[in-house]
């Protein structure tokens, strides 16, 4: 045989060696590690696809709702503080990272990065509960799903899915299973989350939304100055509430952080550039449609009027030549502000209460306990004398009963009265 003849052998042979390389992949796949015949590929590819949709969903979730999916825990406001435990923000509940409870105590209800993966984890185990395989059942494929085991993974910019349920897909002849299924999806969800923790650690440090909310308070509501007038001074209460609430309204919206996301139209704009630099868009949303606490203490204060007295025009003080009214009021003022992140397809946002203690902004918080947790204080150890209580019913007979006292959310037993008392 000539050279000419073994180079076409050789061409030949290679051409079929790619030949059946090539047949053997049209027939059979390998996911996982398992062959998986062309023809059932189909199914498990869609049963991949309903786990991407599942946790580009759970995703989502989780970044409007603050790190969390589910609902519950709800706790309502009061009168003293009409904060829920939840923003209603678009008829969506979100979490208070940060908020005064309706018996007045500060709570804070950050969730870890664990417990976010977790509930999306529970979520995408039920979303896939629901994977529909009707139209590959009227294909003739008969299709075997068990129950799913979900496993989330969050990190900067993806989000790892991995579930473990045996899939047994089979028509004719041939049958093909799988037990593990992982899945990744392009999720900003880990980085914002990181910078919003960021960001609500440093509102708790250095009370930047407080101390914004004072500076509109002090812009927009009657707290201290000098009119030269002889006449009273006098305000009406609600409008002073409502235009308080405007102002916080407006001001709120333009507060950004130290970026490139945007173009200032000014120096004096600067002043709502709050120094912490951050590498994505972050805005702050306050709405005076939000329940917002506002109390006004000073003389001559009521649920109408807020009314300050001329100085000058009392007997004797006409020789002063002019009457001026000083006034002074304090104000406590609490209201939810929505930290947003975002970008032109993701979001992560988490509510906060911001609050103005005696027109200052609040202490600073800086707790020493992990996030979430909270010293339990227990009212009813600290009893300190003995009462006497007569128990009588309409027609001033005396009755037994059973006497305990109520103070916030605790109630203490006091004992049991006998012959009345």
Same mark, same amino acid.
């Given at each position: 045989?000539?050279?000419?003849?073994?180079?076409?052998?050789?061409?030949?042979?290679?051409?079929?060696?790619?030949?059946?390389?090539?047949?053997?992949?049209?027939?059979?796949?390998?996911?996982?590690?398992?062959?998986?015949?062309?023809?059932?590929?189909?199914?498990?590819?869609? +049963?991949?696809?309903?786990?991407?949709?599942?946790?580009?969903?759970?995703?989502?979730?989780?970044?409007?709702?603050?790190?969390?999916?589910?609902?519950?825990?709800?706790?309502?406001?009061?009168? +003293?503080?009409?904060?829920?435990?939840?923003?209603?923000?678009?008829?969506?509940?979100?979490?208070?990272?940060?908020?005064?409870?309706?018996?007045?105590?500060?709570?804070?209800?950050?969730?870890?990065?664990?417990?976010?993966?977790?509930?999306?984890?529970?979520?995408?185990?039920?979303?896939?509960?629901?994977?529909?395989?009707?139209?590959?059942?009227?294909?003739?494929?008969?299709?075997?799903?068990?129950?799913?085991?979900?496993?989330?993974?969050?990190?900067?910019?993806?989000?790892?899915?991995?579930?473990?349920?045996?899939?047994?897909?089979?028509?004719?002849?041939?049958? $093909?299973?799988?037990?593990?299924?992982? $899945?990744?999806?392009?999720?900003?969800?880990?980085?914002?989350?990181?910078?919003?923790?960021?960001?609500?650690?440093?509102?708790?440090?250095?009370?930047?939304?407080?101390?914004?909310?004072?500076?509109?308070? +002090?812009?927009?509501?009657?707290?201290?100055?000098?009119?030269?007038?002889?006449?009273?001074?006098?305000?009406?209460?609600?409008?002073?509430?409502?235009?308080?609430?405007?102002?916080?309204?407006?001001?709120?919206?333009?507060?950004?952080?130290?970026?490139? +996301?945007?173009?200032?139209?000014?120096?004096?704009?600067?002043?709502?550039?709050?120094?912490?630099?951050?590498?994505?868009?972050?805005?702050?949303?306050?709405?005076?449609?939000?329940?917002?606490?506002?109390?006004?203490?000073?003389?001559?204060?009521?649920?109408?009027?807020?009314?300050?007295?001329?100085?000058?025009?009392?007997?004797?003080?006409?020789?002063?030549?002019?009457?001026?009214?000083?006034?002074?009021?304090?104000?406590?003022?609490?209201?939810?502000?929505?930290?947003?992140?975002?970008?032109?397809?993701?979001?992560?946002?988490?509510?906060?209460?911001?609050?103005?203690?005696?027109?200052?902004?609040?202490?600073?918080?800086?707790?020493?306990?992990?996030?979430?947790?909270?010293?339990?204080?227990?009212?009813?150890?600290?009893?300190?004398?003995?009462?006497?209580?007569?128990?009588?019913?309409?027609?001033?007979?005396?009755?037994? $009963?059973?006497?305990?006292?109520?103070?916030?959310?605790?109630?203490?037993?006091?004992?049991?009265?006998?012959?009345?008392?």
């Amino acid at each position: 045989m000539n050279k000419r003849g073994q180079v076409s052998v050789f061409v030949i042979v290679a051409l079929v060696i790619v030949a059946g390389i090539v047949l053997y992949f049209s027939f059979r796949e390998q996911i996982g590690g398992e062959q998986v015949p062309a023809e059932l590929m189909s199914v498990f590819d869609y +049963y991949h696809s309903c786990i991407e949709n599942e946790a580009k969903t759970a995703a989502l979730l989780a970044g409007e709702g603050g790190g969390r999916i589910k609902v519950e825990d709800y706790t309502p406001g009061s009168e +003293y503080a009409p904060f829920s435990s939840h923003l209603n923000f678009l008829g969506s509940p979100v979490k208070y990272w940060y908020y005064v409870s309706g018996n007045g105590l500060i709570k804070e209800q950050v969730p870890t990065k664990q417990e976010m993966e977790k509930e999306m984890a529970d979520y995408i185990e039920e979303g896939l509960k629901r994977c529909d395989f009707e139209y590959y059942f009227r294909q003739g494929f008969e299709v075997e799903a068990s129950e799913p085991s979900v496993e989330v993974d969050v990190y900067n910019r993806k989000v790892e899915v991995k579930v473990s349920a045996e899939l047994i897909v089979s028509k004719e002849d041939e049958t $093909a299973r799988k037990d593990s299924h992982n $899945a990744e999806i392009n999720s900003k969800l880990g980085k914002f989350y990181n910078l919003a923790l960021e960001i609500y650690t440093e509102e708790k440090k250095e009370m930047f939304l407080e101390k914004y909310g004072v500076d509109v308070l +002090y812009n927009y509501a009657p707290v201290d100055g000098v009119e030269i007038q002889c006449a009273p001074k006098i305000w009406l209460t609600r409008k002073v509430m409502v235009d308080l609430k405007s102002g916080l309204d407006e001001n709120f919206r333009t507060i950004k952080f130290k970026g490139s +996301y945007y173009e200032l139209q000014g120096e004096d704009r600067e002043y709502f550039v709050w120094d912490k630099p951050v590498d994505e868009a972050v805005q702050v949303v306050y709405s005076k449609d939000w329940p917002t606490k506002i109390e006004i203490y000073g003389d001559g204060v009521d649920d109408e009027i807020m009314i300050s007295e001329a100085v000058g025009t009392q007997a004797g003080m006409g020789v002063m030549g002019f009457c001026y009214v000083p006034y002074h009021f304090v104000y406590d003022v609490s209201f939810p502000a929505l930290i947003q992140i975002y970008d032109v397809e993701e979001l992560f946002q988490f509510p906060v209460v911001v609050v103005i203690d005696k027109n200052m902004p609040r202490n600073s918080l800086v707790s020493e306990m992990p996030l979430g947790e909270e010293e339990e204080f227990d009212l009813c150890e600290f009893k300190t004398e003995e009462v006497v209580v007569n128990i009588y019913d309409v027609n001033l007979n005396k009755v037994d $009963a059973n006497v305990s006292y109520g103070c916030f959310n605790q109630k203490c037993r006091l004992g049991e009265s006998k012959c009345g008392t």
